[in-house]
Every structure is written in structure tokens, then in C-alpha cells.
């Protein structure tokens, strides 16, 4: 049964993450540490006690989730024999999840993974001004109806398909005019629910181009070796091994499409059968329950979770 470790996302951060994992096991506890020098920011002390409006922020919240789900690999390698080069047939991550993803395949250090984090939040948050741009979930429709919706509610401004997340589920991502008109469109072609997301800005689209800019600098000054196992690339929903196309790819997918449907497909169509969600919450589990049929997700945040997977393994 091959398995594929998978990494989340913005909008699964919480107030508390990653604590009781930092005061149960030292291996979680020196990657929040390793990540607040590499920060110079308690960012651990803003995780564990908020407020969530701070935490919620781009740029705290990216480094944050993935410090999570590196102190959950620490542990899990340290107490439960895990190996990724042996035990995992691929990882992915969904956005800034692909960092955390590439950091426990050993493609770039933790420290690193958590300034680039950091650029890459800023540079995001920065790239549209405040007010200009949004992002709308459209729910039961596939990304061909999306995308359709998107092309005729842009009107010359940018509108599109920034995720298709699966079961049903798609984001779209622009100028804030073109995502209001999406979202009255959506709901007269029968799209069974359409909303607007509580985001600070329009990610994952060409608004973002400044933000590519800005990774794309970042990332050539930053050490980078093969990952131990292939990461399944979001923008090309194919693995990647080699240093410089996964370069690439992050750059891409500052502006282009998180294709997470398409990974998890790829990656059952591959022999994956066994989804583990590594850090914060439950979102990446639930979608592939619901892309992947018969494939069992169950996830790693919490000491509880840890007992459950030192279990599973016998």
C-alpha cells in the first residue's frame, strides 16, 4: 500500500496549533525554535496565543502552518522510525503546503523554508492593494464550468480558476468587480452555491505577477537539492524531482492554478491508496476522500495523532 504524505494550506491555521506536539516531543519543539530564529519573531508565541487576527495575516500564517507540519515530520521520524525516502511514494502540498512538502523531503532547509515563506507572504499581500481584489468558492461545479463562469464575468479584468480542490469544489481569483459578477453568474447557471472568501487578497492569479517576481528572486539565492521522494508539482499536477524545475514550478504557481484535484488523481492513478494530512487541521483529508475513492486519509497534528500512526505502523 503506497503512501502519500500530504501538506496544507492557508485557511487551516488556528490559534494552538502545534503546541501540545512542542510540549510533548523536544523534536517538535526545536523546529518552532529553529523557525523563530530564522524569522528573528516569536512566531511561535503569536501560534499558540494569538490573536487570530495576527496569525491569520499572509505572512505569519504561510511560515506558520508549515512549522506545524515540520515539527510533525521531526516527530514522527523521531519517535515512530519514519523515513520518507522509504515510506513515502510521493508528497505534495497545497500552496504554500508545497514548501512544507519540499522542507521534509530535504529540498531546502527549515530556516529557508520559513524566509521564503515569509517573502512570499509579504510579497502576496503586497502585490494588490487592500480592497481591489477577492476570491470565491463556487461549489458543485467542475473546473471546465469554472473557468467558463470566470472568461465571461471578467469583462476585461482578470478573473480565474485559482484552485479546483475537487469534489465539486473550485476558487476563483481576481479583481474584486469581476469575482462580484462571477458570483451573481454562478448562481444563475445553477452553481449550487457561490461565495466569497474571507481573504486578504486575490491569490493564485495574474494579479499575483509581483509576487512571482518577487519568489523568482528569492528563490535563485536559496540552496535547493533533490527532494528524498517526488513532489506532485501544483501547477503541473505531475512529480518533479529536479532542483531547478521545482524552482520553476514555485514561481508558476504564485500566478497560476493550484491543481489538487489533478494531484491526488495522479498520485491514486500512481498506486497511492494512503493519504496522511502532516500539521494543521483536517481540509486536505476530506477533499481526498471525496477525489480518490476507496483511498484512507487520516492526519498528524497532535500527540494523539502520533500514538495513532505509531499504531498503524505495528
Known amino acids: 500500500m503506497a503512501t502519500a504524505f500530504i501538506f496544507p494550506g492557508q485557511g487551516s491555521q ?40 495576527e496569525l491569520t495575516l499572509t505572512a505569519n500564517a504561510q ?88 472568461a465571461d464575468s471578467a469583462q476585461g479584468e482578470v478573473c480565474e480558476a485559482a484552485n ?50 518577487a519568489m523568482r528572486a528569492a528563490l535563485a539565492d536559496v540552496a535547493m537539492q533533490a527532494p528524498v521522494v517526488p513532489v506532485m508539482a501544483n501547477v503541473g499536477a505531475g512529480p518533479l524531482s529536479d532542483p531547478d524545475a521545482i524552482r520553476a514550478s514555485l514561481v508558476a504557481q504564485v500566478t497560476g492554478t493550484v491543481r489538487w484535484r489533478e494531484c491526488v488523481e495522479a498520485m491514486a492513478a500512481a498506486g497511492v491508496s494512503d493519504f496522511l494530512e502532516v500539521g494543521s487541521g483536517k481540509v486536505l483529508s476530506g477533499l481526498v476522500k471525496r477525489i480518490a475513492s476507496g483511498a484512507t486519509a487520516a492526519t498528524v497534528g497532535t500527540p494523539e495523532d502520533v500514538t495513532a500512526y505509531k499504531a498503524r505502523q505495528g
Request: aromatic residues 4%.
Open 14 to 53: 488556528s490559534v494552538g496549533m502545534g503546541k501540545s506536539l512542542a510540549e510533548t516531543f523536544p523534536a517538535a519543539r526545536a523546529v518552532f525554535d529553529e523557525v523563530d530564529a530564522a524569522l528573528s519573531q516569536k512566531l511561535s508565541a503569536l501560534m499558540w496565543e494569538g490573536p487570530s487576527e
Open 63 to 150: 511560515p506558520a502552518l508549515m512549522a506545524v507540519s515540520l515539527a510533525a515530520i521531526r516527530v514522527l521520524e523521531a519517535e515512530a522510525g519514519l523515513s520518507l525516502a522509504r515510506d513515502a511514494a510521493f508528497v505534495a502540498g497545497h500552496s504554500l503546503g508545497e514548501y512544507s512538502a519540499l522542507a521534509a523531503a530535504g529540498t531546502f532547509s527549515i530556516s529557508d523554508a520559513a524566509r521564503l515563506l515569509r517573502i512570499r507572504g509579504d510579497a502576496m499581500q503586497q502585490a494588490v492593494p487592500a480592497g481591489q481584489g477577492a476570491m470565491a468558492a463556487l461549489l458543485g461545479v467542475d473546473l471546465d464550468q469554472a473557468r467558463a463562469i470566470a
Open 164 to 213: 479546483d480542490n475537487g469534489g465539486g469544489q473550485v476558487v476563483l481569483s481576481g479583481a474584486k468587480a469581476a469575482i462580484d459578477r462571477a458570483i451573481v453568474l454562478a448562481g444563475e447557471r445553477g452553481v449550487r452555491r457561490a461565495m466569497l472568501l474571507p481573504v486578504s487578497a486575490p491569490f493564485h492569479c495574474a494579479l499575483m505577477q509581483p509576487a512571482a517576481d
